[in-house]
């Protein structure tokens, strides 16, 4: 293991500070595909669903209807559903006592320091799916915004290759 000091070697340092997120070629396809989504929207994503995830989705298919949510309901037996409500209701709970609140103050005239807390207005939660789905993702992103205000949330997973969701 080697140990830097930033006073003494400031130079090792460089690399790091002048590194991309990402190599450039990712970069460039992801920033193709988001500009393709934004021009093309529900048609782009079901092209590289079946491109990337081998889904067959139609614009009719590409969202979960009511009727799936209602039917899901009876595919997860009830010791699943009694998990999940006691863990939406903790961390609901937990969310809560960590919600930031505003505060201000005038440490001489004229002068109005502080922060003021607004939730987003919509969010979007990518949920893994497929072989892996993770119902905690869903709970933990979801709830959080939920406790904070969030008003409009969307829920995005991979499906399965008929394009059904995982019913937890």
Same mark, same amino acid.
């Given at each position: 293991?080697?140990?830097?000091?930033?006073?003494d070697?400031?130079?090792?340092?460089?690399?790091?500070?002048?590194?991309?997120?990402? #190599? =450039?070629? %990712?970069?460039?396809?992801? *920033? @193709? /595909?988001?500009?393709?989504?934004?021009?093309?929207? &529900? $048609?782009?994503?079901?092209?590289?669903?079946?491109?990337?995830?081998?889904?067959?989705?139609? #614009? =009719?298919? %590409?969202?979960?209807?009511? *009727? @799936? /949510?209602?039917?899901?309901?009876?595919?997860?037996? &009830? $010791?699943?559903?009694?998990?999940?409500?006691?863990?939406?209701?903790n961390?609901?709970?937990?969310?809560?006592?960590?919600?930031?609140?505003?505060?201000?103050?005038?440490?001489?005239?004229?002068?109005?320091?502080?922060?003021?807390?607004?939730?987003?207005?919509?969010?979007?939660?990518?949920?893994?799916g497929?072989?892996?789905?993770?119902?905690?993702?869903?709970?933990?992103?979801?709830?959080?915004?939920?406790?904070?205000?969030?008003?409009?949330?969307?829920?995005?997973?991979k499906?399965?290759?008929?394009?059904?969701?995982?019913?937890?």
């Open positions: 293991m080697k140990f830097l000091k930033y006073k070697n400031e130079s090792d340092f460089s690399p790091l500070f002048n590194r991309t997120a990402f #190599p =450039e070629d %990712i970069e460039r396809s992801v *920033a @193709e /595909i988001l500009a393709d989504i934004r021009k093309n929207s &529900d $048609d782009a994503i079901i092209r590289y669903a079946k491109k990337f995830d081998n889904l067959n989705l139609t #614009p =009719e298919t %590409i969202k979960v209807t009511q *009727a @799936e /949510i209602d039917n899901a309901e009876n595919l997860i037996g &009830d $010791d699943i559903k009694d998990a999940i409500k006691l863990a939406h209701a961390i609901s709970d937990f969310s809560k006592q960590n919600l930031p609140e505003d505060w201000s103050c005038n440490p001489r005239p004229g002068v109005r320091l502080g922060e003021k807390f607004t939730p987003l207005q919509r969010i979007a939660c990518y949920i893994p497929g072989t892996a789905p993770l119902v905690s993702t869903v709970l933990h992103t979801a709830t959080m915004a939920q406790a904070a205000g969030v008003e409009e949330i969307v829920i995005t997973t499906g399965a290759e008929d394009g059904s969701v995982n019913p937890a």
